[in-house]
């Protein structure tokens, strides 16, 4: 059962941006932080971004400047905007829905890549 939707990988060179997006029903937004990961080959899966319920939201140094994660509730989405991409942002993105002890989800992830 497929909770959480992801969106809007592909390819891009150096210097542009993409937009992700992570859709779920309306009770797994409302109650969780929501965050966005990834994981490039041969690596482990590291936290890119994530905002809690209040929109708090916390960066990887790596993305600071460059990425802004964002939630709409009225829409059930959470997204990461991707500015001035750099290859070594090229990585499967995942995104993640967590409420404590009760429930962590994880999105089929999205290919990013970014061309030198």
């Known amino acids: 059962q497929v909770k959480l939707v992801e969106s809007g990988g592909g390819l891009v060179q150096a210097g542009g941006s993409l937009r992700l997006s992570c859709a779920t029903s309306?009770?797994?937004?409302?109650?969780?932080?929501m965050g966005w990961y990834r994981q490039a080959p041969g690596k482990q899966r590291d936290l890119v971004a994530s905002?809690?319920?209040?929109?708090?939201?916390n960066y990887a140094d790596s993305v600071k400047g460059r990425f802004t994660i964002s939630r709409d509730s009225a829409k059930n989405t959470v997204y990461l905007q991707m500015n001035s991409l750099k290859p070594e942002d090229t990585a499967v993105y995942y995104c993640n829905a967590n409420w404590g002890t009760v429930w962590d989800y994880w999105g089929q992830g999205t290919q990013v890549t970014v061309s030198s």
């Open positions: 905002i809690s319920r209040d929109g708090s939201t």
């Open positions: 309306g009770s797994i937004f409302r109650l969780s932080a």
